[in-house]
């Protein structure tokens, strides 16, 4: 059976890489992403369906149901990442100005729009189009269990709002959870935001010595959206090499 996927975020890194997987299955697929340029090179690569949307974006997610088969049987809510590294963290140190509360409640508002906000939406807006036996998958992080910041905050409630998804959807058949990544090398993200030194601090908290990679993200996606884990929901499944036990 061919399956229709919608992968948000689909233009980079993880997203990329589950576009592969799923198209390689022999699924149709479409991605989503805020810039036309990386999805149009993934549609290339994969055959993949792209479509821009800001999943932050009400009146673009109603546009973006124009562009969706009219039944979804997997859903991976991907779109995200650290949107803010000022966060400076809950109070050490800090005095109370008006600057500061104005940074903090920036840095929380921006993760919260980019790694809970875009996948709570979205689900609302394909809501009525998941099909039974079908999945939703929420791209978590490690950051949810360690603690940082605004963006383990988000990531956090991501993974608690799935709970809520989950025991609704179960009477449609539909399964919901969450896959956690640790330390993805290979993204935009990795490659452009962090210092070798924290990079080589974040390999070295792993119990396999390495970061894990995007394909190792999609296949466990590919997992849970597969006939043997009809019976798994409501759960988080940490692909993070061991990491979140060493810390
Ligand atoms: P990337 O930055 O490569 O991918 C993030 C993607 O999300 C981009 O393609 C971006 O496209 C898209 N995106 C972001 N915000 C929006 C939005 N508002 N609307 C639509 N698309 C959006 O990083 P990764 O591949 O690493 O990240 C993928 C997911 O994995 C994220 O949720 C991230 O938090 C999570 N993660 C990653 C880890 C890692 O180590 N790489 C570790 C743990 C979790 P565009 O800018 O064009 O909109």
Not at 69 to 94: E, W, Y
Not at 194 to 223: H, K
């Amino acid at each position: 059976m061919t399956r229709d996927i919608l992968i948000t975020g689909g233009g980079t890194g993880i997203g990329r890489a589950l576009a592969r997987h799923f198209a390689d299955a022999g699924d149709r697929v479409v991605v989503t992403g805020r810039r036309p340029g990386p999805l149009a090179a993934v549609a290339r690569e994969t055959g993949a369906r792209a479509a821009v949307c800001d999943h932050t974006d009400p009146v673009a997610l109603t546009a973006l149901l124009a562009e969706l088969p009219a039944t979804l049987d997997v859903l991976v809510n991907n779109a995200g990442g650290n949107t803010d590294f000022t966060d400076p963290g809950p109070v050490t140190g800090l005095e109370g100005t008006a600057a500061e509360l104005a940074l903090c409640a920036r840095a929380f508002r921006a993760n919260l729009d980019a790694n809970l906000l875009t996948a709570v939406l979205t689900t609302r807006a394909v809501g009525d189009r998941l099909a039974p036996g079908g999945a939703v998958i929420q791209i978590g992080s490690i950051a949810a269990d360690q603690g940082a910041g605004s963006y383990g905050a988000a990531k956090a409630a991501l993974t608690t709002w799935n709970l809520d998804l989950a025991a609704e959807l179960g009477a449609r058949d539909i399964t919901a959870n969450v896959v956690s990544p640790g330390y993805t090398g290979e993204t935009e993200f990795f490659r452009d935001r962090l210092s070798d030194t924290r990079r080589e601090s974040l390999v070295a908290a792993t119990a396999t010595g390495r970061a894990g990679t995007p394909q190792d993200i999609a296949a466990a996606v590919g997992f849970l959206a597969s006939p043997g884990a009809r019976h798994i929901t409501g759960q988080v499944l940490h692909v993070n090499g061991g990491a979140h036990r060493t810390r």
